[in-house]
């Protein structure tokens, strides 16, 4: 019989959004009547740019002609979109890099997943708590992470807490690490790391030789100036970074798939042995055997997000959330609650009151104001005691739960 991967075995199972739909179900039998408002979700609501839609249809027609068809691509994805990027996030930003150091794929989640494949199962990796938990499921299945504590943490992975105590920037460890995942905008927090705080674990990584993995998904929410929306706008980083982008939130490409990774040339790891290897190279090859590349099509819509109406629309519907996450921001703190996040990023993290756990007041919320919420103790250990909010949702409903809020709690 087949030998399954036991990694496999010690990952619990999905609690978290199961549990919240059961949790839901519960409340909607007992009271059928409420009207409730979902703020739980990660997911985008508004409609792709119309420039996206008519970039869409254009490649539709040209699949339909033997002359324009396309069939396989470039497994790291087409020129055409890879300059739009080059130009639009990075040499907008004074970032010079070279084509081949892009790679298209067809989301972030897909890439931070499998990054692990051209990484050795004993490296040390470091995850900041509360996060998205792919990073560490990914590493579960890869063998990085040991056995699963009563206290909810992996023994081979280093936490670090970002709390409202340390103003949710993770401290530079003490000791060294070989990876380290950082995500900013921060998902679930949504709080950002400034120029300061990014440069520190870059110099924390070029003094260590620790590869950091960012994830900039929500780079396009940035609108403090001080925040950097890529590490390559820290010296040094081409030396110790990857950074995966996505589609999804910026133009909500969630159901289109799109998104690309950037291994820098000048990026080494090592063989046990000593001897540097460059992962550029690696990751391209690896691509090529697993990855078949991202539809035409979606590279096309893709590339109609760099046009002076695509950034336009775009700009507008990143505003409209932002404008919600304001909103909810301002009047959840007149309410008198610890509120965090909201401003460069479409998520605001609630400090829960008079000490609640996050489950009790995810369970307060429901019943006294029919909001579902997502508790911070599904994103990590230290997420208890806080509750996520999401602002991707219509203003009717924004203000609507606001209100509620305000006269129920
Ligand atoms: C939504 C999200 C992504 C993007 O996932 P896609 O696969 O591109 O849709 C990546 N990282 C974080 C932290 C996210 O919240």
Not at 217 to 246: N, V, W
Not at 353 to 368: I, V, Y
Request: with cysteine; proline share 5%; glycine share 8%.
């Amino acid at each position: 019989m087949a030998l399954i991967n036991e990694n496999f075995l010690k990952l619990p199972g999905s609690y978290l959004f199961s549990e919240i739909a059961q949790r839901v179900k519960n409340f909607q039998e007992e009271q059928p009547q409420a009207k409730l408002i979902r703020l739980g979700i990660g997911d985008v609501t508004r409609p792709l740019p119309n420039a996206c839609i008519e970039a869409m249809h254009h490649a539709v027609d040209e699949m339909a002609n033997s002359e324009t068809f396309h069939g396989y691509g470039p497994e790291q994805g087409y020129n055409f979109l890879i300059e739009a990027i080059l130009r639009n996030d990075f040499l907008a930003y004074g970032i010079k890099l070279s084509p081949s150091e892009i790679f298209i794929n067809d989301g972030a989640k897909s890439d931070t997943g499998n990054i692990g494949d051209i990484l050795r199962t004993d490296n040390i990796v470091g995850v900041t708590d509360p996060i998205y938990p792919v990073y560490i499921d990914s590493n579960v299945m890869g063998g990085r992470a040991g056995k699963l504590q009563a206290d909810g943490q992996w023994n081979n992975i280093c936490y670090l807490p970002c709390t409202a105590e340390n103003n949710f920037t993770p401290q530079i460890p003490n000791h060294k690490i070989d990876i380290v995942y950082l995500c900013s905008p921060n998902n679930p927090t949504g709080t950002v790391l400034n120029r300061k705080e990014l440069k520190k674990w870059v110099d924390y990584a070029l003094e260590n030789n620790t590869l950091i993995l960012f994830d900039a998904a929500y780079e396009a929410f940035i609108r403090e100036e001080d925040i950097p929306h890529s590490i390559y706008e820290i010296k040094g980083a081409k030396k110790c970074a990857i950074e995966f982008r996505s589609f999804s939130k910026t133009a909500g490409f969630t159901g289109v798939r799109c998104g690309y990774t950037v291994i820098p040339k000048e990026l080494y790891a090592t063989t046990i042995e000593g001897q540097t290897i460059a992962l550029n190279p690696i990751w391209s090859r690896r691509q090529c055997t697993k990855f078949n590349g991202t539809s035409y099509i979606t590279q096309r819509a893709a590339e109609a997000i760099y046009t002076p109406a695509g950034k336009k629309q775009v700009r507008q519907n990143i505003d409209f959330y932002l404008e919600n996450a304001r909103i909810m921001r301002e009047s959840l703190i007149q309410t008198g609650l610890s509120v965090y996040g909201g401003v460069n990023s479409p998520y605001i993290w609630l400090k829960t009151p008079d000490r609640m756990t996050s489950w009790e007041f995810f369970e307060t919320l429901l019943n006294q104001t029919h909001i579902v919420s997502t508790p911070g103790s599904g994103f990590g250990p230290h997420g208890e005691g806080y509750l996520r909010l999401s602002a991707f949702g219509s203003r009717e409903n924004c203000l609507e739960a606001m209100q509620r809020i305000k006269r129920n709690l």
